[in-house]
Structure formats: C-alpha cells, structure tokens
C-alpha cells in the first residue's frame, strides 16, 4: 500500500518561506512524476508544481520565481520551497505521485493527505 505523507505546513508571515515535505512509503518499484497542488476554501483543486524522473520541472504562473519544486530519488521524497509567501497562497497543499508498485505494474497517481498553508499576519 503506498502512502504519500506531507509535512512542513503552517502559519507564516507574508513574505514569509515554508518548506513542504513529501515522503512516498510503501512497495514502489519507480516514481515518474512527483507534484504539488493546492486547494483553497471554495476554490477548485490548482497545479502548484510537477518534476519528472527526467528533472523536468513545471510551475504555475502564480508561483513562478516564488517556489522551487525538487526531489530525492532516493528516499523517494518531494519537496517544494516556497518563498515570499502572500495571503493568497493560502490553502491545503496536496501531494501527488505518478508511480509503478512493482516493475510490470501500470503507472498510477497517489494523493497525500494534504498540509494546511496559512499565509497571514
């Protein structure tokens, strides 16, 4: 059974950083894509940010020059440094792996539990 726990939320100033966690755990043979989005009250589910096995990187507008997305293969563990926070990165930020369990198995996306963000002064 794979889990995908995140970690690292909280309440931060604006203009304040936070570093969110994502630790993949269970039987998994590789990770293809390894993401973040987030959900405000009332809003729909937004893409944060992706990095693929190939290092390929994506980010939504809102975030770009603000947030960096990266991963440790090795303990299969995402990460997303996010800086200069405003009130409106404000949300749940969700964990999202695309992965194979064992290597003949098909790729399937995974969510975390999702982290509160408060962004507030």
């Known amino acids: 059974q794979v889990q995908l726990v995140e970690s690292g939320g909280g309440l931060v100033q604006p203009g304040g950083s936070l570093r969110l966690s994502c630790a993949a755990s269970g039987t998994i043979f590789s990770i293809y894509v390894m993401g973040w989005y987030r959900q405000a009250p009332g809003k729909q589910r937004e893409l944060v940010a992706t990095?693929?096995?190939?290092?390929?990187?994506s980010y939504a507008d809102s975030v770009k020059g603000r947030c960096t997305v990266s991963r440790d293969h090795a303990k299969n563990t995402g990460y997303l440094q996010m800086n200069s926070l405003k009130p409106e990165d404000t949300a749940v930020y969700y964990c999202?792996?695309?992965?194979?369990?064992?290597?003949?198995?098909?790729?399937?996306?995974?969510w975390g539990q999702g982290t509160q963000v408060t962004v507030s002064s």
């Open positions: 999202y792996a695309v992965l194979r369990e064992r290597e003949r198995d098909t790729f399937r996306g995974y």
């Open positions: 990095v693929t096995s190939g290092g390929s990187i």
